[in-house]
């Protein structure tokens, strides 16, 4: 049964969060389109659809519950979200692990490795096997990757994170060289500091808290890149026109310092 009778162009978010990928599902469905919410945690999801869908005032946006590592669990659910709500016209893969405590490659496990590699690279992968035949099909597609410093830096600390991400990075090239002249349009998000999250924003702003550094928090925007800004971002890649497209850029808080290379 088609869930979306109005045919609205449809999005699909992998990695929904509280953070980027409510703001860029959120930000969409604003926008007229129909949005599918990836991820492993039910009732965060169920939350997300639910605010969205108040906030818009009718159901755009629907939850589906998938691990990215598992290649099976993306094709199933993006087999449910092509007979529920359409071919995918935008894919965001927005899942990323990364460990906050650095560990040198002795101290991490090749378990470590093996699982975020999977969320930080082969979902990516796995993801795009799935929606690029039918935006083939239809001549016109965007596919949206968040990234992070780590895309284009190894830094001491994240063997589990970084590899993952540069692999990301090469990845979108990769569909960009493949299939930019059939139509679709790959372009790679290096977010390239904190993001004003559940776990990154709230460590730091914590810090802020304990070292009495009021001015910071009052405009934490200075410092933090706030995800409806970054939804900002991938929407207006989504719509550049095809004689301008952007395959990669990079985004920074102005007063960013804490990770950012620049
Ligand atoms: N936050 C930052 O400061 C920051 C900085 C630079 C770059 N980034 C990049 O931004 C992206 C995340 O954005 P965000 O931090 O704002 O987070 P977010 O959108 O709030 O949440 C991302 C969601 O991805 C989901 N996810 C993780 N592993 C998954 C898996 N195996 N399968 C399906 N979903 C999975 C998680 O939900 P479940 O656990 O429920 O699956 C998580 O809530 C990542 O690519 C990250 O590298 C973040």
Redesign the pocket.
């Known amino acids: 049964m088609s869930l979306n009778p109005d045919k609205k162009p449809v999005l699909a978010v992998?990695?929904?969060?509280?953070?980027?990928?409510?703001?860029?599902s959120h930000h969409f469905a604003h926008k007229n389109f129909a949005v599918a919410l990836?991820?492993?945690?039910e009732s965060?999801?169920a939350t997300i659809q639910n605010t969205i869908n108040a906030s818009v005032g009718s159901p755009v946006s629907k939850y589906y519950v998938?691990?990215?590592?598992?290649e099976q669990?993306l094709q199933s659910v993006f087999a449910s979200i092509k007979s529920e709500l359409g071919v995918v016209d935008v894919l965001i893969?927005?899942?990323?692990?990364?460990r906050f405590t650095p560990r040198t490659i002795l101290e991490t496990s090749s378990e470590e490795f093996e699982s975020f590699t999977?969320?930080?690279l082969f979902?990516a992968f796995y993801a795009a096997k799935c929606v690029l035949p039918g935006m083939l099909e239809k001549g016109s597609g965007t596919v949206l990757?968040?990234?992070?410093?780590?895309s284009i830096r190894g830094s001491a600390g994240l063997s589990s994170?970084s590899p993952g991400?540069f692999g990301?990075r090469s990845l979108s090239q990769i569909i960009t060289r493949e299939f930019q002249t059939k139509g679709i349009h790959a372009a790679h998000v290096i977010?390239?500091?904190?993001?004003?999250?559940?776990?990154?924003?709230g460590f730091v702003r914590r810090r802020w808290e304990k070292a009495g550094e009021t001015e910071r928090l009052k405009e934490k925007d200075l410092y933090?890149?706030q995800?409806s800004d970054?939804a900002g971002i991938f929407w207006w890649l989504y719509t550049q026109p095809r004689s301008t497209w952007t395959q990669e850029l990079d985004v920074r808080a102005q007063r960013e310092q804490m990770?950012s290379k620049m």
């Open positions: 992998i990695g929904v969060g509280p953070g980027i990928g409510e703001a860029v990836i991820a492993r945690t965060k999801l998938a691990d990215a590592r598992s669990s893969y927005n899942a990323g692990s990364r999977k969320i930080n979902g990757f968040t990234g992070a410093t780590g994170f991400k990301l977010v390239d500091g904190p993001v004003e999250s559940d776990i990154v924003g933090l890149m995800p970054l990770f």
